[in-house]
């Protein structure tokens, strides 16, 4: 029948209008800042960068690989590399940055940043009340005001966080697998290197030292 989609739409908005009154479910808005909803898990509103520990400045993830700050759209992300390095989760040295700064009155949560971050180093928060009388200074995040913890990112994201620290446990037990192994092939070969000079001191074969020459057979 013509007509009979709006119908049933009518409808079933008369049905919650009314209802409304009696349902409390049925009610599609909040008495905001008093009431308010749970955010979905996949709600993302501007970046924060994550640290491991309870040290925002050593457990820093990011690297300072400017990945973010060159895939970002509006350009809202500046980077300063440190001079020195520090080791990072599975103990290789790595830079880190000196000034990690994000305009977020330029940002506009597009999320790239996240997609290319090859560290798990930047993540989307889901904090929207940012206003500020400070239009400039109040919007420029350093790096300190950038930085949330781990188990912050657990509260606020808990699948997207337990798969990344699934997939970074293993990298960092297939990182102290591949030292250990490294480790114990290294001791073996000094062990090797230790057992020939004395070896060749006690004249075994191929030890480079001089043998008796071989006795002449004669034969008539
Ligand atoms: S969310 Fe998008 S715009 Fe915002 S800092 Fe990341 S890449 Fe830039
Ligand atoms: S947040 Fe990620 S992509 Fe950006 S500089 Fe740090 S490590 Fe590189």
Not at 38 to 45: D, F, H, K, V, Y
Request: aromatic share 8%; glycine share 6%; charged share 30%.
């Amino acid at each position: 029948m013509l007509g009979e989609g709006i119908i049933q739409g009518l409808m079933e908005t008369a049905r919650n209008f009314f209802g409304s009154y009696v349902e409390k479910e049925r009610l599609v808005t909040v008495q905001f800042p008093e009431e308010r909803r749970s955010l979905p898990e996949a709600t993302r509103q501007f970046p924060f960068l994550l640290y491991d520990g309870d040290d925002p400045e050593r457990g820093l993830r990011c690297v300072s690989c400017q990945i973010c700050e060159k895939e970002c759209p509006p350009r809202c992300i500046h980077i300063e590399k440190s001079k020195d390095r520090k080791p990072d989760f599975v103990g290789k040295q790595q830079f880190y940055p000196a000034v990690f700064n994000i305009d977020v009155s330029v940002c506009m949560s597009c999320q790239i940043c996240v997609e290319v971050c090859p560290f798990d180093a930047i993540r989307m928060d889901t904090e929207f009340e940012l206003s500020t009388s400070d239009r400039f200074g109040g919007l420029l995040w350093t790096k300190r005001e950038l930085a949330r913890s781990n188990e912050y990112y657990r509260q606020i994201h808990p699948t997207e966080a337990g798969e990344c620290d699934e997939r970074r446990a293993k990298e960092l037990a297939d990182a102290q697998a591949k030292a250990a192994a490294a480790a114990a092939a290294a001791a073996a070969k000094a062990a090797q290197a230790a057992a020939a000079p004395a070896a060749a001191s006690n004249g075994a074969p191929g030890s480079g030292a001089k043998s008796e020459p071989a006795k002449k057979v004669v034969t008539q």
